[in-house]
């Protein structure tokens, strides 16, 4: 192996070992933890050693990123599974429906009416999580805490979709801890069981807090 592939194999194994930690805290067993792999900007030759190593949901903030990579690394390692973790727009939600096992990013009633057509159309059903912008920050994408319930009630009520979880990602210069809580206080009142949240700066918190879904980039794959 060279320095190139040890390297996220190495990341691998102490955020494994985290998680397992943060876990055993939290008096939760791993296997409720989902680790999404955020391999964005990082090509084949840093993701082959990672799948190697036994990981198997990778996330992606790109559609047209994605398109270019994921096909020829799902045909040769079955079993694998694709997370839209970035915003998507409606126009692409055919692309998005055909190559992702879930999407993080539901946050727009035209996009919610794409992905029920192309659900429909394509039989396939990815997982689909509601993002919560939770600090309401004017340039971040998501449904702000107070328009969460109605937004999900139509998510449900006029366009079919299951709604399996919700999403945030907590502003940077805040303490992630009451963006955490509030997300999973937002799915409690909702009947949500899964919780996209914490990346490679604070998925232990995370884990505490309730997360089902960590996404971690460069905490694995390293600096971008
Ligand atoms: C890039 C990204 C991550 C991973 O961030 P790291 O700090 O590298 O772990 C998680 N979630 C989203 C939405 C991202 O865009």
């Known amino acids: 192996m060279t320095m190139g592939e040890t390297a996220p194999v190495n990341g691998l194994a102490s955020v494994e070992a985290e ?3 943060a876990c055993r805290d939290a008096r939760r067993e791993r296997s409720t933890v989902t680790l999404v792999a955020v391999s964005k900007t990082f090509d084949a030759d840093a993701i ?49 429906v055909a190559l992702f096992d879930a999407i993080h990013s539901v946050d727009r009633v035209s996009l919610c ?6 659900i429909d159309r394509q039989n396939r059903r990815p ?21 969460a319930d109605d937004f999900i009630a139509r998510c449900r009520d006029t366009h ?25 206080k937002i799915a409690r009142r909702n009947g949500i069981k ?14 505490a807090l309730g997360a089902t879904h960590i996404r971690v980039g460069s905490a694995i794959f390293g600096t971008r």
């Open 194 to 207: 899964q919780l996209s949240m914490g990346m490679s700066a604070d998925f232990a918190i995370a884990i």
């Open 19 to 21: 998680i397992v930690r």
């Open 48 to 96: 082959t050693p990672v799948i190697a190593a036994g990981q198997r949901v990778f996330g992606e903030n790109r559609v047209q990123e994605a398109q270019r990579k994921w096909p020829e690394l799902i045909a040769a390692h079955p079993g694998l599974a694709l997370h839209l973790i970035g915003p998507l727009q409606s126009n692409k939600a055919k692309e998005a």
């Open 113 to 118: 009416e794409a992905l029920a057509k192309e």
């Open 160 to 184: 079919g979709l299951t709604i399996s979880g919700l999403m945030c990602i907590p502003p940077m210069d805040d303490a992630p801890a009451p963006h955490f809580a509030l997300t999973a």
């Open 127 to 147: 997982s689909l999580f509601v993002q919560i912008n939770t600090g309401e920050e004017p340039q971040k994408a998501g449904v702000s805490p107070s328009n």
